[in-house]
């Protein structure tokens, strides 16, 4: 038996709340932001000390805002420390979703909560038959198809709860934080946001600087969430991109001051697209933060909405948080990306009536899985309807009287060779000749001739 024995610190100082290390590296601590299949997609969770930028292009939508809620209300569930940076910071604390089954938020919920919970029961009975078919015994050992994340036992820990939508976060729950200093709000200075350009955000980021700088003086520091919902809104004041740009790049810098924050970030929907900031703006936010996405509804698109019923809008991954190594965690250790089996996947959200779910996406079966289908899908429909809206465009366009399309028609005729005989002036026709003997040749087909003719004066024969 060997007597070297590694060195090896005996006590290791206790992970804040709601937080765990890393599948990627042990020197990073991860947090949940709250959905499971979000945190999958980030390689676990959110890196302490990293920022999360959520991107909604679409103006008849509050995806990210929803994002950045389920981060709230995830870090009151776990005993962490959330800092609001928002004028309306209560009553966007109001509006979170809070965990089903306690007796606070089963009073704020609404009168239909037995038709609701009906409805769930029979959910529930549906997918229990759907998962009881069997195409043949063979496949009974087969692992069956999932598209997301599916609800891990770890809703009982700190980590990841499970939140409903329908729930809100109880009133009680909202005045012990604020009692504890769990719950910060950093309000806006209105005279310093309207003086000079771009002051708000000095302003935000020394107060952001000072709360960071108080919870790490702590005898027992607790992990820090500071939630943006609306950075550059009517309230930050005239914001130019460079003031953006400035405001990310610092809070990125604050943060790697004190390990034990992060942050989430939305920006509104106008601030989200290339003619904000020219071109490249996206890709100079994603540069920006350490993880950059952008959820792209389909609401916007009425064809897309037809043909993905099942979706609300598509992912997309600008940047992923890699603290401590040079390649994200996510590339090794994602179920949704896939990378490990089959390459990159597609990946969509849905807005269920419960939860927000982040899942590949796959096209549906046509004509369903346990029905038999006498009339064309929805999805077909539309997608013949769309051809046949283009192709009729185009047959009108082509036949327009005006259209220059219409004078370059070619056509083509076949003439067939007819020999000329000049009348006779004799009334009475000729008897007409003996028939020839049968022979075995057949009888010579008419020689047919083919012009093709357009505006040039070109004629070919064939």
Not at 340 to 351: M, P, V, Y
């Amino acid at each position: 038996m060997s007597a070297f024995k590694r060195r090896t610190t005996t006590k290791q100082p206790p992970l804040p709340a709601g937080t765990r290390t890393s599948p990627g590296s042990t020197a990073t601590i991860i947090t949940s932001t709250g959905i499971p299949s979000l945190d999958d997609i980030l390689g676990g969770g959110l890196p302490l000390s990293c920022s999360l930028l959520v991107l909604a292009p679409d103006a008849h939508t509050a995806y990210g805002e929803l994002v950045l809620k389920y981060s709230v209300a995830q870090g009151l569930a776990s005993g962490q420390r959330v800092c609001v940076v928002d004028p309306r910071a209560d009553a966007f604390l109001s509006e979170c979703m809070w965990m089903p089954g306690s007796s606070a938020s089963t009073q704020n919920s609404s009168p239909a909560a037995p038709a609701n919970a009906a409805e769930d029961e029979e959910d529930e009975k549906a997918s229990e038959h759907d998962t009881k078919i069997k195409i043949a015994w063979r496949y009974e050992q087969m692992k069956q198809f999932q598209t997301t994340i599916p609800t891990s036992s770890q809703s009982t820990e700190d980590y990841c709860r499970t939140f409903d939508l329908t729930c809100r976060m109880p009133e009680s729950v909202i005045q012990a934080a604020r009692d504890e200093g769990r719950f910060l709000a950093v309000n806006l200075e209105e005279d310093t946001a309207a003086s000079v350009r771009g002051s708000s955000c000095r302003a935000v980021l020394r107060q952001l600087s000072e709360v960071l700088s108080r919870a790490e003086a702590e005898a027992t520091p607790l992990a820090t969430r500071i939630c943006i919902p609306a950075l550059g809104s009517y309230e930050w004041g005239d914001l130019s991109p460079q003031d953006i740009c400035y405001f990310l790049h610092s809070l990125r810098a604050l943060l790697r001051r004190y390990p034990r924050a992060c942050a989430s970030i939305c920006l509104p929907p106008h601030l989200c697209q290339e003619a904000y900031g020219g071109p490249g703006w996206v890709q100079k936010l994603g540069w920006l933060t350490d993880a950059a996405v952008t959820l792209a509804a389909f609401s916007s698109n009425p064809s897309l909405t037809a043909m993905f019923s099942a979706h609300h809008g598509l992912v997309h991954i600008h940047t992923l948080p890699a603290p401590h190594t040079l390649l994200p965690p996510s590339d090794k250790f994602s179920t949704l990306r896939g990378l490990s089996s089959s390459g990159e996947n597609n990946l969509a959200f849905k807005c269920m009536r419960k939860r927000l779910i982040f899942e590949t996406l796959h096209l549906d079966v046509e004509g369903g899985v346990s029905e038999r289908r006498t009339t064309p899908s929805s999805t077909a429909a539309a997608l013949d309807a769309g051809a046949g809206h283009d192709h009729a465009h185009n047959h009108d366009a082509t036949h327009s009287p005006t259209g220059g399309s219409a004078a370059s028609v070619a056509a083509v005729q076949v003439q067939l060779e007819q020999v000329q005989i000049e009348p006779s002036s004799r009334p009475a026709a000729p008897s007409p000749p003996p028939e020839p003997p049968a022979s075995g040749f057949k009888k010579a087909k008419v020689k047919k001739k083919v012009a093709f003719t357009s505006e040039r004066p070109d004629l070919y024969d064939f």
